[in-house]
């Protein structure tokens, strides 16, 4: 049995300290902050209005809103487009490994480049336009949602492959002998499917919704690349707003109560998903052997 | 007739998956093809291949501020996984090992940082930063991605380590082996594709960086992501975009290199990540 007086805990402690120097300390700081205007000439402390004004800030919400509309659009096509993919390339071979290795390849690009690519795609006489003209639409980055679509479909090219990289390794964790055992069993192909495939994989789903949850919230590089925000205000998600608002307006103070809003609700958003999905077991469950 | 279907549905599949590959691969083709046109063809027409091939860009790469940035991310890559390697190395034994009061709420915590939005920490680590001269150096940006690569690497290497029964430490305790000895002799070579894959983890995360990259460093320590940033959207200038797409394509190579040295690894680093 091992006890807490096991000396060997103090092994997670260079971790912690580390973690602690990057976490906990700058939020202390924005905490701070948030409840003073910093870059003012004299300090003064201002109590809640900090907060008062990024919630009743018309951009803050707009920001907030088209973020979760973004999120929750790519979010449903990323999953299905990701777990339909990965269903068809399910065989070996040579063909299907470059098919595999081609949508796993925007994964691993950095999201500047992402960003850069699209812009090149979407500009004025880039092949996007090219293609749209060809079927009769009229396509241009300055219009606000052909903007907004832009992003869409540039998260949804750049992270179907993490869904598809996701369950790929979930597909390898259900044994073949479960299929065998089915088909002696005579079970109907959609049975095999829900009960099998879907079932065994349940917990990545779970894991890739977080983890697009959370990165699409984030969302930043590509953002900035490819639009700015712009055209006005139609693609400014959150962090764009918050950068702009910290560096290139110098509000410290809202700035820092927003962030602060901002960090809350993420991780609310999260906590609340992880206790849906794993129902209340929380993280640190371990496998009953 | 049902050879026929057979062959047909062979042919769908062919087709599905050139078209598959088509869709993921044509951007990136585009993106290095305007790499290699010269400024004026990029500016006026759309060409699917360039039509006076243009090696400019793709010199400059390897000269003066590019090349400079190419070795910053290189470097920071590098000492991000030997510093972060080790730590949740560590972390994780502890926690997959130990049970000790709270261990459940530390770990939640250690997670939500991976969760944070970096937007929210740009602010305190400008502020911090400034003060303390680790603004504008690799150090610096290498401590910062500590805060992300940390919770990711701890979770994943977390997983491999619960797969590995804990009667293999006990057993080992009993035949003399100190803890670092059990560690260094049998715990790490047991685990070596799992680490190998979190290592990968940590070195795509610190490659593809960028927003605390463009805020916390201005020249000596600037990062390749900054430089493509500050490429495309230089004010007053009009953008070079072939040299943008120079540099979008020289920074996709590692990548490019991982997937098909290590994908193995990569899918494999996935399994474990499946129980949280």
């Not at chain 1, 580390?18 to 701070?32: A, E, G, K, T």
């Not at chain 1, 900035?224 to 139609?234: A, D, E, H, M």
């Not at chain 2, 502020?127 to 919770?151: E, H, M, R, S």
């Not at chain 2, 990259?213 to 992501?225: E, G, H, I, N, W």
Request: net charge positive; proline share 4%; aromatic share 14%.
């Amino acid at each position: 049995m091992i006890t807490v007086s096991d000396k060997r805990v103090l092994l997670i402690l260079p971790a912690l300290i580390i973690l602690f120097f990057n976490s906990i300390f700058p939020i202390l700081i924005v905490v701070n902050y948030s409840f003073q205007e910093p870059f003012a000439a004299v300090l003064k402390f201002v109590g809640w209005d900090n907060y008062i004004q990024v919630l009743q800030d018309s951009a803050f919400l707009a920001a907030f809103r088209r973020n979760v509309y973004f999120s929750s659009v790519t979010l449903v096509i990323e999953i299905l487009l990701g777990l339909a993919l990965a269903l068809i390339i399910r065989e070996r071979g040579k063909f299907a490994s470059i098919v595999s290795a081609a949508i796993i390849l925007p994964s691993l690009i950095p999201y500047v480049s992402i960003g850069i690519l699209w812009r090149l795609l979407a500009m004025t006489n880039g092949p996007l336009s090219l293609i749209l003209k060809l079927l009769g639409i009229n396509y241009s980055l300055m219009s606000g949602s052909n903007a907004l679509w832009t992003i869409i479909i540039m998260d949804v090219w750049h992270w179907t492959s993490l869904v598809f990289l996701l369950v790929s390794a979930g597909l390898m964790t259900i044994p073949d002998v479960y299929y065998t055992a089915a088909r002696v069993d005579g079970a109907k192909k959609w049975q095999t499917f829900r009960l099998i495939t879907m079932r065994g994989l349940k917990p990545m789903l779970i894991l890739v919704t977080l983890l697009r949850i959370i990165d699409s919230f984030k969302i930043y590089d590509e953002n900035v690349i490819l639009t700015g925000g712009g055209p006005g205000r139609s693609t400014e998600f959150l962090s764009v707003f918050l950068v702009k608002k910290i560096l290139k307006e110098w509000a410290g103070g809202f700035g820092a109560a927003a962030s602060l809003i901002y960090l809350v609700q993420v991780i609310v958003i999260c906590y609340v998903i992880i206790t849906l999905l794993t129902r209340g077991r929380g993280m640190l469950e371990r496998p009953i052997q | 007739m049902r050879k026929k279907r057979k062959r047909a549905g062979k042919i769908l599949k062919v087709i599905l998956y050139l078209f598959i590959i088509f869709v993921f691969l044509f951007p990136i083709y585009f993106m290095l093809i305007t790499g290699l046109k010269t400024g004026a063809e990029i500016e006026t027409q759309t060409t699917f291949y360039p039509h006076k091939l243009n090696m400019s860009n793709f010199k400059q790469m390897f000269d003066g501020v590019w090349l400079r940035c190419l070795l910053n991310s290189f470097k920071i890559c590098l000492l991000s996984i030997a510093l972060c390697l080790p730590l949740s190395f560590l972390a994780a034994y502890v926690f997959s090992r130990i049970e000790f009061v709270g261990d459940t709420h530390l770990y939640f915590w250690l997670i939500t940082n991976r969760m944070a939005p970096a937007a929210c920490f740009v602010l305190p680590f400008f502020a911090i930063y400034n003060n303390i001269g680790l603004f504008d150096t690799i150090w610096g940006l290498t401590l910062v991605y500590t805060l992300f690569n940390l919770p990711l690497s701890i979770w994943v290497t977390m997983g491999f380590m619960d797969v590995i029964p804990k009667e293999l430490d006990e057993a080992a305790f009993l035949d003399g082996y100190s803890v670092w000895g059990y560690f260094w002799k049998v715990l790490i070579p047991v685990m070596r594709p799992g680490l190998i894959a979190v290592g990968l983890f940590i070195w795509m995360f610190s490659w593809t960086e960028m927003i605390f990259a463009s805020t916390l460093t201005s020249v000596r320590a600037k990062t390749l992501p900054v430089q493509l940033l500050v490429a495309v959207t230089r004010l007053g200038y009009g953008v070079d975009w072939g040299m943008a797409a120079a540099g979008g394509t020289i920074s996709i190579i590692p990548g490019l290199i991982l997937i098909f040295i290590a994908r193995k690894y990569l899918i494999r680093g996935f399994v474990p990540l499946r129980r949280f």
